[in-house]
């Protein structure tokens, strides 16, 4: 029976934790908030309150892992200003990915499209291969670094996905765009005729799943392209119409 740790069991962790369970692994789980240990005890076969930042810590639940599954993520309500949105990013993806990288040598990371920034120039479709932005975006910036850190190692395997969906909890799209208009000064770092790609929490832990099933390593696009999405402005743009708020 492998045993797998996951760093973070959050939307997209708790769907991969029930999915392996069900498939006949041992799954271990961490989250930073004490109060969430008994629920998802249901859910995972070991719970341990722990940050990312908590090296020791994270060395000594991986060593008797088979892999560890970065499911970690920046929470947006703690980055509203650019100084938190820094201090946010870094401490969750950096710095996570880093601690990750050096207590396991098989490490999975759910990195992010925000790696590609807009698409850069032209109308090519962007691959594994596409050029990376050179923004200095914190999430651009560190969902790179994180990756960077996490492929250092031969066996570590990044996946890259869109806007992820199928939270209880989520900020719908409208609230977005409202946080948008009110702590951003109407300006996002979202390029305008960039495609606003999604993916349901329970494909990406699909993917994941497909990935330790067949020990998939380096970088891959999780995404459907059977149809192409809209785009940032004009779901924006309707959404803000909708709201009775300027056009960001």
Not at 54 to 79: E, S, Y
Not at 126 to 154: F, K
Request: proline share 5%; net charge negative; charged share 25%.
């Amino acid at each position: 029976m492998q045993r797998i740790l996951i760093l973070g069991v959050g939307l997209v962790g708790s769907r991969l934790a029930i999915r392996l369970r069900e498939a006949r692994y041992w799954v271990a789980g961490t989250t930073t908030t004490l109060a969430k240990v008994a629920e998802l005890g249901a859910i995972c076969d070991e719970v341990t309150v722990l940050r990312g930042d908590d090296a020791p810590g994270l060395k000594a639940l991986a060593k008797d892992k088979d892999a560890v599954i970065v499911t970690v993520g920046p929470n947006v309500r703690r980055a509203r200003t650019a100084i938190e949105r820094d201090i946010e990013y870094r401490q969750a993806l950096e710095v996570t990915c880093q601690n990750a990288a050096a207590a396991h040598p098989r490490c999975i990371f759910i990195s992010s499209f925000s790696v590609y920034g807009d698409g850069g120039v032209g109308d090519a479709p962007i691959t594994e291969v596409s050029p990376l932005s050179t923004s200095t975006e914190p999430s651009v910036r560190y969902y790179q670094r994180a990756e960077a850190a996490i492929l250092a190692n031969p066996e570590g395997a990044v996946l890259r996905v869109p806007d992820v969906y199928g939270g209880k909890d989520d900020l719908s799209f409208t609230e977005r765009v409202k946080l948008g208009d009110t702590l951003m000064g109407g300006n996002v770092p979202f390029g305008p005729d960039a495609l606003l790609d999604r993916v349901h929490a329970e494909d990406v832990a699909a993917a994941i799943h497909h990935a330790l099933e067949h020990d998939l390593r380096g970088i891959y696009n999780v995404c459907d392209n059977r149809e192409t999405p809209p785009t940032n402005k004009a779901v924006f743009d309707s959404l803000a119409d909708a709201a009775g708020i300027e056009r960001l």
